[in-house]
């Protein structure tokens, strides 16, 4: 596996890569890699004729106050774990060469950018949109990957994709989960053992919401009524968000149809953890 540091040379790469008239198939992150992101490599692997990632832990999509400093950094692992699943190219720049000085162009997705997530943390989809336009521009793939628990996130990026007219496909992938329900995710490091047991009601309130539509209910009002219920018999967690939107959109519906999103923010003590899952 080749870990590149510059733009330059990994536009160089990727070109050749293209050339050879293989589908390039690409799976961005920021690193501290668990089961979810080896998922999405192994769903490009047999879709693409190669794979590249990249890490990058990216300071634009973190409000004052937020965990940058501490987000997890586990680089020579994570690199282990690519390379085992057959990456061919790994892109790893530092921040400056990410934006270098002087640069000030920013990716702004409106109206649904500052739905759920973006409504909780102003300017995180501002950042997402602009570094993963920047990705786009120097890998080229053909097909991007990105995991469905960051539902708002894949809304936000399909919308750019449209209206950017990147010619990119961006495939959703399930959300991976621990036997107990919980969803992977890189902040779990920062749970306590304790805490981790509380954040399982994140779970278990779209489970209730899931078993509520499956016995018939489709009013969006009740079926939130049930949900926090759940998530009432839990104090110590602190609930953010609990929504039912359109999946594409990301405004409130008032009943569920199939491919409704149902997704849920809470702090479990100064972690953020989110879920969700889209109606069948």
């Known amino acids: ?58 300071p634009l999509q973190f409000g004052p106050g937020e965990d940058f400093g501490k987000y997890p950094r586990t680089f020579e692992q994570d690199c282990r774990y690519l390379e085992a699943e057959g990456v061919e190219a790994l892109f790893a720049p530092e921040a400056a060469e990410m934006y270098p000085e002087g640069a000030v162009t920013t990716v702004t997705v409106s109206g649904i950018g500052d739905r759920l997530d973006g409504a909780s943390r102003p300017g995180h989809f501002t950042g997402v949109a602009t570094v993963v336009a920047k990705l786009f521009n120097v890998v080229g793939p053909e097909r991007a990957y990105f995991g469905q628990k960051d539902a708002a996130q894949l809304a936000v990026l399909r919308q750019m994709v449209r209206d950017l007219n990147f010619e990119i496909e961006l495939v959703g992938c399930s959300i991976v989960r621990d036997a107990d329900g919980l969803a992977l995710s890189s902040r779990n490091k920062y749970l306590s053992a304790t805490e981790r047991d509380y954040a399982l009601v994140l779970h278990r309130v779209l489970l209730r919401i899931e078993q509520m539509v499956a016995n018939g209910e489709r009013k969006s ?14 104090p110590e967690v602190r609930i953010d968000y609990l929504a039912i939107v359109d999946a594409n959109s990301l405004l409130p519906v008032a009943s569920v149809g199939t491919g409704t999103l149902v997704a849920i923010a809470a702090y479990v ?7 969700n899952f889209l109606v069948k």
């Open 1 to 58: 596996m080749q870990i590149v540091e510059t733009i330059a040379e990994m536009q160089r790469i990727c070109r050749k890569l293209r050339r050879e008239n293989r589908v390039l198939g690409f799976v961005p992150t920021m690193g501290a890699l668990h089961e979810g992101h080896l998922s999405l490599v192994r769903r490009a692997r047999p879709e693409c004729g190669v794979v590249a990632a990249s890490i990058f832990v990216n």
């Open 221 to 234: 009002s009740t079926l939130l009524q049930g949900g926090m219920e759940t998530l009432l018999a839990v």
């Open 269 to 275: 003590g100064q972690t953020r953890l989110i879920d």
